[in-house]
């Protein structure tokens, strides 16, 4: 059988449909259609398959050693993850119009999690908003993770179904309703895509599958066992299949580093090479969150890394704070933020008292990096979630916002950052019962107190509540909302009028950043067709420096404000 078929359920074309599961520890295994049973045949490589007359919308699960289970493969479920999976034909889905995508350098990135971007926490309902954020200039939707996990809530980072949306967010179809709104709208969709570990709740591959796993162990869990090919061929198919059923425009890649196939990830640099040997119609753009900082895999078939250097160093600068991850920007943290000026990232395998992290970037195309200001993770990753503008005030925010895109790494927002939004975005989640939300309780306390957050008054985070108030739109807008909408609109409006052909000539060399006073740079960035320049005040004035010579952006006096900026584009 062919490796594109080699799990799940999937229509023949000819009215029968082929059910295929990978159990090599299991003694029997038998399809449950609609609840009538059907033998499956195994065989020696450790697949069972089935092969019957069927259609779309049926119930199906594998009855394996007498234990009733979903398939791992699964489009989608009915009654959560512990439910029946459902036979899904995406060919059924009539998409009305072709979409060409657009270039990776035209993208202007806006995450939202489906669940808390509107008050209903649905497909439908976030559609419903995607003309607003087009509106704004915005060109890429990242979709936080949407694969099955259990309960009703979540990140998303628990998913156990990998190719089955959540079902309390919609059907298949509206999903793609989704997809073809943001598309019809100029926007590129992008999911957040998880391959390096399953959710602790109805995960029940170990069960007949147990070489799935290996011992090696991760922050999340026993490691998947990715050198093993019926292991690579599961996710291979699922990548393709959330590409081709859902005409997706990309991938981001959660935590690469934790996908280790013992052969420099031959697995990770194989999908990406057969991804680009297929013509979708449309540019595919992979995105990936590695923490070591190398550029091997953006030098092997992927375009871009999530740059946690510009975000970290600038949090550290503005805030002070220096627990945790943040330890390491804490000797010069202005200093850190002259080195991603000019080169991208921070840490490139130089000497540093904690480890030697990454490797030299700087070769790399400016959008080769994703910029962002504030995540998912770096908010909800602290004990009261809060954003960066109740951090360090909304002047400095709306100055860091206009350089965040103005620069020319490639931009991203958070949901309700484009307005200036303060309402905390928590961790939260679902689990099935009390003693395993006293588990998550026990846990994330001790990893949040490990870091040196104060827990006092910290939100339950398996309560429904913690759900609710990460909601950013929930409440009433705040008084300056439609001051940041139009700064946003003017911003996005000058970055695709001025630096996206600039990025499109070409990077000609490094960012070349001159320091005027300690927390201050003149920055120049060289292209083929130009230059950008920028006067950047982050807490105190750029002494000495001389204003630009015409800016066509402003906010403040970089030369008399502690913050403040000025950008100029020079053919």
Same mark, same amino acid.
């Given at each position: ?128 908003? $995607? ?5 704004? @200039? ?57 391959? /390096? ?16 796993? /290996? ?102 600068? $503005?805030?002070?704070? #220096? ?18 000026? #000019? ?29 962002? /200001? ?15 503008? #109740? ?51 026990? @846990?994330?306390?001790?990893? $949040? ?123």
């Amino acid at each position: 059988m062919s490796r594109s078929c080699d799990w799940g359920a999937q229509p023949c074309g000819d009215g029968t449909w082929s059910f295929n599961i990978w159990a090599p520890a299991a003694a029997s295994v038998q399809l449950l259609l609609d609840g009538d049973a059907h033998p499956m045949t195994g065989g020696k490589d450790g697949f069972w398959r089935a092969r019957l007359p069927a259609r779309a919308g049926q119930d199906y699960l594998f009855r394996i050693d007498g234990h009733d289970r979903p398939d791992p493969a699964s489009r989608a479920q009915r009654g959560g993850v512990e439910g029946a999976s459902v036979t899904v034909d995406p060919a059924g889905f009539d998409w009305s119009a072709p979409w060409p995508g657009r270039p990776l350098e035209e993208a202007a990135i806006f995450e939202l999690h489906i669940g808390t971007f509107t008050a209903e926490g649905t497909f439908a309902a976030a559609t419903a908003r $995607l003309p607003e954020l087009a509106a704004l @200039g915005i060109t890429a939707v990242e979709i936080m993770p949407v694969g099955q996990f259990g309960g009703h809530h979540g990140w998303g980072y628990d998913g156990v179904l990998v190719r089955a949306p959540h079902e309390p967010y919609g059907t298949p179809d509206d999903l793609r309703r989704l997809v073809a709104t943001a598309q019809r709208h100029g926007m590129m969709v992008l999911l957040d895509l998880v391959m /390096n570990h399953f959710g602790p709740f109805g995960n029940f591959l170990p069960g007949y599958a147990p070489d799935f796993f /290996n011992q090696r162990p991760t922050p999340w869990g026993d490691g998947i066992a990715f050198e093993r090919p019926e292991v690579q061929s599961f996710f291979r198919e699922a990548a393709l299949g959330w590409l081709t059923e859902y005409r997706l425009d990309g991938f981001r890649l959660d935590a690469v580093h934790q996908i280790r196939d013992g052969q420099e990830q031959k697995f990770l640099r194989d999908l990406a090479q057969e991804i680009r040997a297929q013509d979708f119609g449309r540019p595919i753009h992979l995105i990936t969150e590695d923490e070591r900082n190398l550029p091997h895999l953006r030098e092997q078939g992927f375009d871009a890394e999530w740059n946690d250097d510009w975000h970290n160093a600038l949090h550290v600068a $503005l805030t002070g704070e #220096t627990q945790g991850y943040y330890s390491r920007f804490a000797r010069d943290p202005f200093g850190d933020l002259a080195l991603a000026l #000019t080169r991208g990232q921070v840490d490139e395998g130089a000497p540093h008292p904690e480890e030697v992290r990454g490797a030299p970037a700087g070769h790399l195309p400016w959008t080769a990096f994703v910029n962002a /200001n504030q995540t998912h993770d770096q908010i909800g990753n602290r004990a009261h979630g809060e954003r960066l503008i #109740t951090l360090i005030g909304e002047p400095a925010a709306r100055v860091c916002h206009a350089a965040l895109l103005l620069m020319p790494f490639l931009p991203m927002l958070y949901m309700g950052e484009e307005e200036g939004r303060d309402t905390p975005f928590l961790f939260f989640c679902d689990p099935p019962d009390e003693d395993a939300r006293e588990a998550v309780r026990k @846990g994330r306390s001790a990893e $949040l107190r490990g870091i040196g957050y104060d827990l006092e008054g910290m939100p339950d985070p398996t309560s429904a509540e913690a759900f609710e108030a990460s909601k950013p739109y929930a409440s009433d807008p705040p008084p300056h909302a439609e001051a940041w909408r139009k700064l946003t609109r003017e911003l996005l409006a000058l970055r695709a009028a001025q630096v996206v052909p600039l990025l499109r000539s070409g990077k000609t060399g490094l960012g070349e950043v001159t320091r005027h006073g300690p927390k201050a740079f003149e920055i120049r960035w060289p292209f083929a067709a130009g230059e950008i320049r920028m006067l950047l005040a982050l807490g105190a004035p750029a002494i000495s420096a001389a204003p630009l010579a015409a800016p066509k952006f402003r906010l403040g006096d970089p030369t008399a404000e502690a913050f403040a900026i000025e950008v100029e584009f020079r053919a």
